[in-house]
């Protein structure tokens, strides 16, 4: 069977603006990315604030057109026309539903567009507010009168609605108050038991990623760093800037999070990356070769399925 989702060798390159008749830089968003992912299977995307995880996330989504490469869903049933095989969920659940409108014709705006007749769409929509643990009578009241979870959950009913294979999620708990942030995580693990959808997971929090992901790519100025099982990335992370991201993460129970302390400086701008290795800058282990070679992804030493891109791999 096919990988419900393959992502090949993709570049999204973005234009600035340059001055007047001159090309400006061209900015490296995602460089040089592939990855596939199995029906059922969850792959998280990892990274700093600007490494590029929610442009790959858009393209995934259909919503940017990659510069180089290509993208390619295989569905593993036939959609009909209203019934999309990849969706979208962000952020911030607010700014994403139009506060004038009722959660009914916010939740079934994919199967309006589509045609599909009213009480259909009306059925569909009490489906998918009981999947999301919602209330039926949530369909006749607005946006703002629901709490940021609840919000975030009107966003997965609507995301559901075309009954989706792959549910593209950009940080969907980062906007949302820690308690609420187990709730909706737990939601999304429910969702992908009974409907057997796929989430491609965007997030910085390895705190997160760990109780949803069977898969890791963690990203670092779009390039892959290191792609593994979940497993193997928590219990022996090969990379240095995986190792420097998982030293971040707070134990549990240990109180406050030490963001960012293993790694020394800020992130370089992709306008212009470093050359070579782009982690070079900020790596404990650089030597001579990392400012001059980009290394390839390749399994860690004695580990097939961990792929790394490190000239000095654990
Ligand atoms: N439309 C655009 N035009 C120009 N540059 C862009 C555009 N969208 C994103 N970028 C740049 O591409 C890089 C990657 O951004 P992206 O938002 O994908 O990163 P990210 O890892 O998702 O970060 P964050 O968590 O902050 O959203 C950043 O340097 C960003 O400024």
């Not at 234009?15 to 007047?20: A, K, N, Q, S, T």
């Not at 429910?190 to 990623?209: C, P, Q």
């Not at 898969?215 to 760093?225: H, Q």
Request: aromatic letters at 4%; proline letters at 8%.
């Amino acid at each position: 069977m096919k990988p419900l989702l393959e992502i090949n060798d993709v570049s999204i390159h973005f234009g600035m603006r340059g001055g007047l008749f001159q090309a400006g830089p061209t900015l490296r968003a995602v460089d040089n990315v592939s990855l596939s992912m199995n029906k059922g299977e969850t792959l998280a995307i990892v990274g700093e604030s600007g490494s590029g995880k929610s442009t790959l996330g858009y393209a995934v989504a259909g919503l940017r057109p990659p510069t180089k490469g290509s993208i390619q869903i295989n569905p593993a049933r036939p959609h009909s026309s209203g019934r999309d095989p990849v969706q979208i969920i962000f952020q911030d659940p607010f700014s994403a539903l139009d506060p004038r409108m009722t959660v009914e014709t916010i939740v079934a705006e994919p199967l309006r567009l589509a045609g599909v007749d009213l009480s259909n769409r009306r059925m569909r929509v009490t489906e998918v507010l009981e999947q999301v643990g919602m209330p039926a009578d949530a369909a006749h009241r607005y946006p703002h009168q629901f709490s940021g979870g609840q919000r975030q959950r009107l966003a997965i009913a609507r995301a559901l609605i075309g009954d989706p294979e792959l549910i593209v999620a950009d940080e969907p708990l980062s906007a949302l108050d820690v308690s609420i942030q187990s709730r909706i995580l737990n939601l999304m693990g429910d969702i992908r038991e009974k409907l057997g959808i796929s989430y491609f997971f965007i997030s910085h929090d390895f705190g997160v990623v760990r109780h949803l992901a069977d898969r890791v790519a963690v990203l670092y100025l779009g390039r892959i760093m290191e792609v593994a099982d979940a497993d193997d990335i928590f219990a022996t992370p090969s990379h240095p800037y995986t190792q420097a991201l998982l030293a971040a993460v707070p134990r549990i129970g240990r109180g406050r999070r030490l963001r960012g302390s293993a790694l020394k400086g800020e992130i370089p701008t992709p306008l212009n990356p470093p050359s070579g290795c782009v982690f070079h800058t900020r790596c404990p282990r650089a030597t001579a070769i990392c400012s001059t070679e980009r290394p390839e992804l390749l399994p860690a030493p004695g580990r097939s399925g961990q792929l790394s891109a490190c000239h000095h791999k654990d």
